[in-house]
C-alpha cells in the first residue's frame, strides 16, 4: 500500500511542478511575433513559430486550411492592409500539464469594420512553443441576432 501511495504522491507532485514551471510571457512572446509578423508584413516572421501540422479556421464553415495552403493565402495579401488587426484583450491558459496553451484574444479587424472578432490560438511546447490551431469567430451581439436571422431567412436572401 505504502509504495502505491508515494508513487501516487510523485506523480501528482511532477505534474505540479510542470504546471507551476509554465510561462504565460513565453506564449505571449510567441503570440505577439505572430501577430508583429503580420503587421510589419514578415511573411518568415508570422510562420517561425507555426508547426508543420497546424490548422487555420476562417469565418466562414468552408475555412480549414493547413500551413502550406494558408501561408500562400497570406503570401497573397500580406502587403495589402488586410491583416492589420489591433489586439483589444489576450489571455493565456495553460493546459496538458503547461505543455500547451490556449490564447483567446478580442482584436479589432478594419477588415470587418463594426464586427470584433476572437481568436482562438492553441500552442503546444515541441523544442519551444509552436501554433497548432488558429480560429478566428465573429463576434455578433445578442441584439442583432433577431434581425440577422430575419435577413437571412428572407424570401429574397440567397440560398
Known amino acids: 500500500m505504502k509504495p502505491i501511495f508515494f508513487a501516487l504522491c510523485l506523480l501528482a507532485t511532477t505534474y505540479n511542478i510542470k504546471a507551476q514551471s509554465f510561462?504565460?510571457?513565453?506564449v505571449e512572446a510567441v503570440?505577439?511575433?505572430f501577430d508583429e509578423g503580420f503587421l510589419k508584413k514578415d511573411i518568415n516572421a508570422v510562420f517561425r513559430n507555426v508547426a508543420n501540422s497546424a490548422v487555420f479556421?476562417?469565418?466562414d464553415p468552408t475555412d480549414v486550411w493547413p500551413v502550406a495552403v494558408f501561408r500562400?493565402?497570406?503570401e497573397k495579401d500580406i502587403n495589402t492592409n488586410k491583416y492589420n488587426l489591433t489586439t483589444v484583450s489576450r489571455t493565456i491558459t495553460p493546459v496538458a500539464g503547461g505543455n500547451a496553451a490556449v490564447v483567446i484574444k478580442q482584436v479589432n479587424w478594419p477588415?470587418?469594420?463594426k464586427v470584433p472578432l476572437r481568436e482562438v490560438i492553441v500552442?503546444?511546447?515541441d523544442?519551444?512553443?509552436k501554433?497548432?490551431?488558429f480560429s478566428i469567430t465573429l463576434l455578433l451581439p445578442d441584439n442583432i441576432v433577431p434581425q440577422l436571422n430575419q435577413l437571412v431567412n428572407s424570401p429574397t436572401a440567397k440560398k
Open 127 to 129: 523544442n519551444g512553443w
Open 123 to 125: 500552442y503546444e511546447k
Open 57 to 59: 479556421y476562417g469565418t
Open 31 to 33: 503570440d505577439k511575433q
Open 72 to 74: 500562400k493565402r497570406v
Open 111 to 113: 477588415y470587418f469594420t
Open 131 to 133: 501554433l497548432k490551431s
Open 23 to 26: 510561462k504565460a510571457a513565453e
